[in-house]
């Protein structure tokens, strides 16, 4: 009994390890990306939520760093897949589901670029760190892709509940920030369109015309 467990863990324990931490990996940056939006949209706004909801923020997208990075590396022990360095690092170079296995090293070099730039903001500008931190959807959309379609886990009963349960949630904050920035945009572009009013001079006593007194008879 002990050594079959030892042959299966020697035959499928880098298996299972790129297979849990790709599942963490993906758990991780669905609550990042979530709470993301939900506080661009301010979904939520009780005071001092929003410090808490940052921190969470901040802490999840790290974490799913850390479990991307497992995910890649614990695939070069796999002595059935064997994929080389070149098959973790290079998008699409990896033989097996090529396509799925290229969204995940793609969205794994997207997540790092954007999570470490966090800390470089004021080097590059809130403004422009702002825009380019709303491709952080294309990470979770790109994970996803990964894990439906390169993932073992894929066609399990709770993987899918998750995914029901999980996508039209991210999906509907994201629709309601591109909305809400629309009519935000809008309502800038209507206020710099309109004519500004003249100033009108406050009148003082002084200036007013004297009202005439009539004398009594």
Do not use: C
């Amino acid at each position: 009994m002990t050594g079959a467990v030892s042959t299966t863990l020697q035959t499928h324990g880098w298996w299972l390890a790129s297979r849990a931490s790709g599942l963490v990996a993906l758990v991780l940056v669905t609550i990042s990306v979530g709470l993301g939006l939900m506080m661009a949209g301010k979904v939520m706004r009780r005071p001092g939520l929003s410090r808490k909801l940052l921190a969470v923020h901040e802490y999840t997208a790290l974490a799913g760093l850390i479990a991307i990075a497992v995910h890649g590396i614990t695939l070069l022990g796999d002595p059935w897949l064997n994929p080389g360095v070149a098959g973790v690092t290079v998008p699409f170079a990896m033989t097996f589901k090529t396509a799925f296995t290229g969204l995940g090293i793609i969205a794994g070099y997207l997540a790092a670029f954007l999570g470490l730039s966090f800390y470089l903001r004021k080097r590059i500008g809130p403004k422009l760190w702002r825009k380019a931190h709303r491709a952080t959807i294309l990470v979770y959309v790109l994970g996803l892709g990964h894990a439906l379609g390169a993932g073992t886990d894929a066609s399990t009963v709770w993987f899918r509940w998750w995914v029901i349960l999980t996508a039209p949630l991210i999906g509907g904050l994201f629709v309601y920030r591109v909305l809400q920035g629309v009519a935000k945009k809008r309502a800038k572009e209507a206020g710099a369109s309109r004519p500004a009013r003249a100033a009108v001079p406050e009148r003082s006593a002084r200036t007013m015309p004297a009202t005439p007194v009539l004398e009594e008879a």
